[in-house]
């Protein structure tokens, strides 16, 4: 496991993500959870 020193307005915002995506799948979500659904939207984006 490794440690990331953010913002605290990044941290608010991850949270947010975080909160939307458990809202949408209706299950718990980790803030990793929230980087990973992030990355991947990003990676996708570089394909097109």
């Not at 979500?29 to 991947?40: G, H, Q, S, W, Y």
Request: net charge positive; proline share 0%; charged share 40%.
């Amino acid at each position: 496991m490794k440690s990331v020193k953010i913002s605290e307005e990044t941290h608010r915002r991850l949270l947010k993500v975080t909160g939307l995506l458990q809202a949408k799948e209706g299950k718990r979500k980790t803030v990793e959870d929230a980087i990973t659904f992030l990355l991947d939207r990003y990676e996708k984006s570089e394909e097109s």
